[in-house]
């Protein structure tokens, strides 16, 4: 009974949610979609002819937003889930943790050894899949930004930028000094269309040491 009454209340602000109806209008699979595109308005994250890797990017709506905004890029998108395909986007299955995958990307973009890094750009939008329990949920999410973070560090070239998802919680100063000492520039930012009720903010990195 309690799981369908918190169903019907998703299945309402769904209804009631302003990006979500502009979601559909534009051709976007989700209303995450603004988040990013206030981000690139703000921070300049994108222009022509770059290399992107999208983390965790099913069920596709960042992928398609830079598609559409990047003339002659080179983009990849990888999560554990596949998603309809997307013209000029290439999918990786599977973790990006994960040494054999790593190794796909690097032969991607014709990297021979991790540290040698050709990708301009990186962003995610990945989180955990809650428990119920606030700590727990904070602590492993958490984990997931720093290890994209590392990660992107590792693959980006010199000046490259990152963007991920970020929640308040226990690691937030750790993954913000983290962020400090790779990057030259880095801000936290709430966009408009992030949820009034959501832990969620994003980290915005630019210029890889």
């Known amino acids: ?32 979609v603004y988040k990013l595109i206030e981000i690139d308005e703000k921070f300049k994250i994108f222009k022509n ?37 997307i013209e000029n986007i290439k999918q ?28 301009d750009v990186v962003i995610s939008d990945m989180s955990e899949n ?7 949920d904070s602590i492993s999410s958490g984990e997931l930004c720093k290890e994209a973070l590392i990660f992107a560090s590792h693959v980006l070239k010199k000046n490259g930028h990152f963007v991920s998802k970020i929640f308040m919680g226990s690691s937030f100063n750790e993954i913000i000094s983290t962020a400090r000492f790779y990057f030259k520039e880095t801000k936290v930012f709430k966009p408009l269309a992030s949820r009034k009720d959501s832990k969620e903010s994003f980290i915005i990195c630019k210029n890889l040491r």
């Open 1 to 32: 009974m309690k799981k369908n009454k918190i169903s019907k209340n998703w299945i309402n602000k769904q209804r009631r949610d302003i990006y979500v109806r502009k979601s559909k209008i534009d051709g976007y699979r989700s209303r995450a």
């Open 130 to 136: 809650t428990t119920g329990n606030k700590n727990l």
């Open 49 to 85: 002819s770059i290399s992107v890797v999208d983390l965790g990017g099913s069920p596709g709506s960042w992928s398609q937003y830079s598609a559409k905004k990047i003339k002659n890029g080179n983009i990849l998108s990888i999560d554990l889930k596949p998603m309809e395909k």
């Open 92 to 119: 990786i299955i599977g973790n990006f943790l994960e040494p054999k995958v790593q190794r796909k990307i690097l032969e991607y973009f014709g990297v021979q050894h991790i540290n040698k890094g050709k990708v």
